[in-house]
């Protein structure tokens, strides 16, 4: 039996003619480059590396330069108002209030327990989705 499912906005429930992708990319290039202390032009060809051993920028950052700021780092990387460049989508609306299953879970960060979240808020598609409080 099919007890939660756990959908990941970007290029998963939204295509990626919204930009989400783009708009994140940007935000790492960002965070990255400030975090490093480099401009994005010198960043980048050791960022490509790092992801061919590591799969992941945080992994690479924490593995390799020591970053410790996780919170900080998905807080940039996942603004609050990450969904404000969503559009509505009615047939993706209902699809999410009437699932054959118990009701979806959002969260903002990967790996947190859905026993944190506990706050709702509307977004522009008008599906109640559950971020993290604090």
Request: proline residues 10%; glycine residues 4%; aromatic residues 14%.
């Amino acid at each position: 039996m099919i007890r939660h499912v756990l959908f990941d906005l970007d290029d998963t429930l939204y295509s990626v003619r919204f930009g989400l992708d783009d708009l994140f990319l940007q935000r790492l290039r960002e965070f990255t480059s400030s975090w490093l202390g480099l401009p994005w032009e010198e960043c980048e060809p050791l960022w490509r590396e790092a992801l061919k051993r590591y799969g992941t920028s945080l992994e690479w950052l924490i593995s390799e330069k020591g970053f410790a700021a996780i919170d900080d780092y998905y807080a940039y990387l996942h603004p609050e108002n990450e969904a404000d460049s969503l559009l509505p989508d009615p047939e993706l609306r209902r699809y999410i209030q009437s699932p054959p299953y118990p009701p979806p879970k959002f969260t903002k960060f990967p790996g947190v327990p859905p026993a944190k979240i506990n706050k709702t808020k509307k977004t522009s598609h008008e599906t109640n989705m559950r971020f993290l409080s604090s």
